[in-house]
């Protein structure tokens, strides 16, 4: 691929430790000053605020019902809560956000919305790229949390099913108008399963 190509243009994916590398650069934080920026747990407020606004939509409720959305926010509220692997987040990290750096920088991320909270954030979208089953997204947990230091793979498996709604209902709000956007059936029920630790 071209340098500056965003990843999202790709056929395929970057290697596991492409994408790890990029991670484990985001995590130092070093001369970063924390406590200017907003938390992640204001960042989960206002995202799950936006998708239950727009799961009201009458196309979007035709799929997700109002206690998916509620469910997911719990569980987001729970994580954000909780001791995690606290530090500088990039809060947008998707695969149309990282860019092909060419080979002397690899993997590059762009356009973040910077907060303060659980590093983990930052590797729910590299998780969930283009995973069909669930046994594709566990394994694809257990070589992230492998090769990334202090990523909890259990905690990274609560964000996936925690955030998995927001994708499901943002494409469904996107493209509402031409009545044949349909979900993505994996991210449904993962929405709607329980919860693995």
């Known amino acids: 691929?071209?340098?500056?190509?965003?990843?999202?243009?790709?056929p395929g994916l970057p290697r596991f430790?492409?994408?790890?590398g990029l991670l484990a650069g985001l995590r130092d934080a070093?001369?970063?000053?924390?406590?200017?920026l907003r938390s992640s747990a204001e960042g989960v407020e206002f995202i799950y605020g936006l998708i239950a606004?727009?799961?009201r939509d009458p196309y979007v409720s035709r799929f997700v019902p109002p206690d998916m959305v509620a469910r997911g926010h719990a569980l987001a509220r729970e994580l954000t809560a909780s001791t995690g692997?606290?530090?500088?987040?990039h809060g947008d990290l998707h695969l149309f956000n990282i860019l092909d750096g060419g080979p002397a920088r690899g993997l590059v991320a762009i356009d973040p919305r910077p907060s303060r909270g659980d590093r983990t954030w930052d590797a729910i979208d590299i998780a969930l790229a283009r995973v069909t089953s669930a046994g594709e997204l566990d394994d694809r947990i257990s070589r992230i949390a492998?090769?990334?230091?202090?990523?909890?793979?259990?905690?990274?498996?609560?964000w996936c099913?925690?955030?998995?709604?927001?994708?499901?209902?943002?494409?469904?709000?996107r493209y509402r108008h031409d009545g044949t956007a349909v979900p993505?059936?994996?991210l449904l029920d993962l929405a709607a399963s329980p919860y693995k630790s």
């Open 146 to 158: 492998a090769l990334v230091p202090g990523l909890n793979a259990g905690r990274l498996r609560r």
């Open 85 to 89: 692997d606290y530090g500088l987040v």
């Open 53 to 55: 606004r727009r799961a």
């Open 161 to 173: 099913q925690a955030t998995a709604v927001i994708s499901v209902v943002q494409r469904l709000f």
């Open 30 to 36: 070093a001369g970063q000053d924390l406590a200017a």
């Open 1 to 10: 691929m071209t340098p500056g190509t965003k990843v999202a243009a790709w």
């Open 17 to 20: 430790g492409d994408f790890a």
């Open 184 to 186: 993505d059936t994996f």
